[in-house]
């Protein structure tokens, strides 16, 4: 903010937004579907999205839609007037672009044409307006953005339709498009879950893709299937509330589904963790679901929080960056944002897989890409009082916006900057975070805290010092090597901090100026 003397003067963009990365622009899609119209908005085009802003209006442009063949009259202006705020809205925000793309109902209706010709007016552009198989490519791309090395089925359930697609890597198979949208089932079914999954059933026993899902993943999207996984949550009392990537092994959603296809669904408990505007099509949801599994045969389902928006931002992405590891660019942005020095957190990681060797910890490609995440988000709460950065750092990690991760993994980044900041504690005051993860990653955590804690110590968090010191093996002890223009840095703390983390090995230690 500029001294002008005017406090009431209007703001620029680069003033009102000193938190985002500098040098880009947000960018924006707009997804009109069956059931729901969203905006979202990211910080800008990249491999890993943060949205900056997610909104979306139930339309129901599909109601009706499989009796009349059109789009009804109230749902079209619902969606429009969506739209025009949406519009406003991107505008608003600086958006650099704007894309907006529509999928069943849009494509289905005999009045489709008018409803796209007034989209286009209010965007001032142009409106995609999927296929079927277009479909199951698009969100297939989402989940491949936001899964490490997905291999499986990608079912994306709407208001309108099912998509199914292989998966492998970012290797697709041939899309499949059903009419098994809960909006359009319920409809066709007459309100009879019964009857749906008689439908489902009939129309699936088709279905090339889910004859190769036998002993696979199969990745859900859409937001009734997010409603059957918060419902599982909470009668689990699974410690971690986010949707992306929670897994269900195969038996239990399959129980899940005939459980929710076969109650009252207002009776069922724990149903108030579901919206109302959702709890209508939840059975119907439910019934797809269970075919899938009963036919497909998959051994469990991940939950996918990104699809047809993020697949559709992917597509636009460079080969380069589609290769990139999102969990370390959103770990790295993090480190940019809020760490004390950047550089800093870029040396912690081959520093500390140095100390992992002169320890004998071995790591699996996946460990060392997440002690890799770790050391970059090693500072981002040091602005919180010293008594509460471990836990401040568990609640980024546990509720952040991170892909590429699967929860045990999120555990063993929250929990190895816990011990970062906390030390070694009791069990009884660990986070509950902790319990998603196996003993082998929580030693990890616990070895990745302790040497961080090592590395802050000599640092002070400014760049240029630990990779001129050096933490080896010889002989019987773990060696700390200080060279001698900084051997002021040697002193009680630092032996501290080395012999805990050498007792976490059960290693004794010293310290050599050299």
Same mark, same amino acid.
Request: charged share 25%; net charge neutral.
């Given at each position: ?11 620029? !963009?680069?003033? +009102? ?5 500098? =040098? ?5 899609? +707009?997804?009109? =579907?069956? *059931? ?17 802003? *997610? ?63 007034? /989209? ?50 970012? #290797?697709?198979? /041939? ?12 409809? /066709? ?14 129309? !699936?026993?088709?279905?090339? =893709? ?10 859900? /999207? ?6 059957? $996984? %918060?419902?599982?949550?909470? @009668? ?5 509330? +986010?949707?992306?990537?929670? $897994? ?17 669904? %207002? ?115 040091? &602005? ?72 802050? =110590? ?9 990779? @001129? ?7 019987? &002890? +773990? ?16 032996? #501290? ?18």
């Amino acid at each position: 903010m500029s001294d002008s003397g005017d406090p009431l003067r209007p703001y620029s !963009l680069e003033e +009102i937004t000193p938190g985002r990365l500098p =040098g880009y622009g947000p960018v924006g899609v +707009i997804d009109i =579907g069956s *059931n729901s119209v969203r905006l979202v908005l990211y910080e800008r085009l990249s491999r890993a999205l943060t949205p900056l802003f *997610n909104e979306k209006v139930l339309a129901g442009l599909g109601r009706g839609l499989s009796e009349t063949g059109k789009l009804a009259d109230e749902s079209v202006d619902s969606a429009l007037a969506a739209i025009r705020r949406f519009r406003q809205l991107a505008s608003q925000s600086g958006a650099t672009r704007l894309d907006v793309i529509a999928t069943a109902a849009v494509r289905d209706a005999d009045n489709g044409a008018p409803f796209i010709e007034a /989209v286009k007016e209010i965007c001032g552009g142009d409106l995609q307006v999927l296929t079927g198989q277009d479909e199951a490519k698009v969100s297939a791309l989402g989940v491949a953005s936001s899964f490490w090395k997905p291999d499986g089925v990608v079912g994306d359930l709407g208001g309108g339709s099912l998509e199914l697609i292989d998966l492998k890597g970012d #290797r697709l198979g /041939v899309g499949e498009t059903f009419p098994l949208g809960g909006l359009r089932l319920s409809e /066709v079914a007459k309100g009879s879950t019964r009857k749906a999954g008689k439908i489902a059933a009939d129309a !699936l026993e088709r279905s090339e =893709g889910l004859k190769g899902a036998a002993g696979r993943t199969f990745y859900a /999207v859409g937001g009734t299937w997010r409603a059957l $996984a %918060s419902l599982h949550m909470h @009668r689990t009392n699974y410690p971690l509330h +986010i949707m992306h990537h929670y $897994a269900i092994p195969a038996d239990e959603a399959f129980e899940l589904c005939r459980m929710v296809v076969r109650s009252d669904v %207002s009776a069922i408990e724990g149903i108030d963790v579901v919206s109302r505007a959702r709890r209508p099509l939840l059975p119907f949801g439910a019934a797809v679901l269970e075919q899938v599994l009963k036919i497909g045969q998959p051994d469990v389902v991940l939950l996918s929080a990104l699809g047809l928006r993020e697949g559709h931002l992917y597509e636009k992405l460079s080969p380069e960056a589609r290769a990139e590891d999102p969990l370390i660019v959103a770990s790295a942005e993090l480190a940019d944002l809020r760490s004390r020095s950047p550089g800093h957190c870029r040396e912690l990681a081959p520093w500390t897989a140095g100390v992992f060797e002169a320890l004998g910890i071995s790591e699996t490609e996946d460990e060392a890409r997440l002690r890799v995440a770790a050391c970059l988000l090693a500072d981002i709460a040091w &602005r919180a009082h010293p008594d509460y950065r471990g836990d401040q750092a568990v609640a980024m990690i546990a509720n952040g916006a991170f892909i590429g991760v699967d929860h045990p993994g999120r555990g063993y980044l929250a929990m190895a900057i816990f011990h970062r900041y906390a030390g070694t504690v009791s069990e009884s005051q660990l986070p509950p975070i902790q319990r998603l993860m196996s003993s082998r990653l929580k030693f990890r955590a616990r070895i990745l805290g302790a040497a961080m804690r090592l590395a802050y =110590g000599l640092s002070a968090a400014m760049p240029g010092i630990i990779p @001129r010191t050096e933490v080896v093996r010889e002989g019987e &002890r +773990i060696v700390l090597h200080i060279p001698r223009d900084l051997q002021a840095l040697d002193g009680e703390a630092i032996r #501290r901090r080395l012999d805990q983390l050498a007792d976490l090995a059960d290693q004794a230690s010293t310290v050599v100026v050299t």
